[in-house]
């Protein structure tokens, strides 16, 4: 019986620069296959009509993006690893999280610390990509 393929890291930031940065950080030091999308509305179609299955969601909260959409993620994908980089401007919004993130980086972080927090859960997990 054949096994199913991995999923991949799941990279979700409005900004293309950092989606770019740490989608080539993450797969290279990884090894893992990286997708990234500018929004959760994005990512959820990615899950939901693509059919993507991520080992793990990377979230850089930006202005755009509310506790609420990360709440989304979390519902659709349970089971899910999510490690989340907030601003300092908006950490008190996204602190009631905390406890349920796999990792949480207030900002500023760059972005060799997301990598080593994404190594980590992916060890810890026993995720294989």
Do not use: K
């Amino acid at each position: 019986m054949a096994t199913a393929p991995a999923g991949p890291i799941l990279v979700i930031s409005a900004n293309w620069q950092t989606r770019a940065l740490l989608a080539a950080h993450l797969g290279e030091t990884s090894g893992c296959n990286v997708v990234s999308a500018p929004g959760v509305n994005e990512a959820l179609g990615l899950v939901r009509i693509v059919g993507i299955h991520p080992v793990l969601l990377v979230v850089d909260a930006g202005q755009q993006m509310t506790r609420e959409d990360v709440e989304r993620l979390m519902d659709t994908l349970p089971d899910t690893p999510l490690v989340l980089s907030v601003s300092a401007l908006h950490r008190a919004s996204f602190d009631p999280l905390r406890e349920h993130l796999a990792a949480y980086l207030p900002r500023p972080v760059s972005i060799g610390r997301i990598a080593q927090a994404v190594i980590r859960v992916l060890q810890s997990t026993g995720a294989d990509c």
